[in-house]
């Protein structure tokens, strides 16, 4: 199985801040992760699809980098609707696998 | 508008089955795969399982693999899990997803409780 380590496991900002998040997996999976933003209750919400490509909707202060084993999620400008948990997921081979999440906290 | 509802969650004893239901609307069913993502309480996202835009592959976590059994209808644009076995471990929130690789959109999930 591929594992997603995902750092930090939770991090403090304030509104303005830029925030970013990695992604590793245990083994190359070229472009096939995405990026998805859940808040309390809610389902989760795809923010980037193949690492790198903003889902459509989605602010511009969103972004997302990487390929192989290291990716990114950039926040900047982080906004108070932005405080959530983020999620990446593999889906180059079976199982897919998340990270554990991240917590943006104020 | 893309929608998926799920249905189909209970509270159930340890060794007992379920079966959730999902109705999809605002897109063709039968051109996408579908998944089952569930979260336990507190806790993070675990992939269950895809089935692929026919029925003709399906593909499970080991965790469930020989107890849950993913499906669909396409006259109906409805997908389904079986789960049999049920442990304590499986209670989680199961969300109805599109996508079997790159997940787009979600449903607002059931909640799945296995207690005695």
């Known amino acids: 199985d591929i594992q997603m380590t995902q750092s930090p496991s939770s991090l403090s900002a304030s509104v303005g801040d830029r925030v970013t998040i990695t992604c590793r997996a245990s083994q190359g999976i070229r472009n096939d992760l995405g990026w998805y933003q859940q808040k309390p209750g809610k389902a989760p919400k795809r923010l980037i699809y193949a690492a790198s490509n903003l889902q459509g909707g989605v602010p511009s202060r969103f972004s997302g980098s990487g390929s192989g084993t290291e990716f990114t999620l950039t926040i900047s400008n982080l906004q108070p609707e932005d405080f959530a948990t983020y999620y990446c997921l593999q889906h180059n081979s079976y199982p897919r696998t998340f990270g554990q999440g991240t917590k943006v906290e104020i | 508008e893309v929608q998926l509802v799920e249905s189909g969650g209970d509270l159930v004893q340890p060794g007992g089955s379920l079966r959730l239901s999902c109705a999809a609307s605002?897109?063709?069913?039968?051109?996408?795969?579908m998944s089952w993502v569930r979260q336990a309480p507190g806790k993070g996202l675990e992939w269950v399982a895809n089935?692929?835009?026919?029925?003709?592959?399906?593909h499970y976590v080991d965790s469930v693999k020989d107890r849950f059994t993913i499906s669909r209808d396409n006259a109906k644009n409805s997908l389904y899990l079986q789960m049999n076995s049920l442990r304590a471990e499986d209670t989680a929130v199961y969300y109805c997803a599109r996508g079997g690789g790159p997940i787009d959109y979600w449903g607002q999930g059931t909640l799945v409780t296995v207690s005695s």
């Open positions: 089935i692929k835009l026919d029925g003709s592959e399906k």
């Open positions: 605002g897109f063709t069913f039968n051109t996408y795969w």
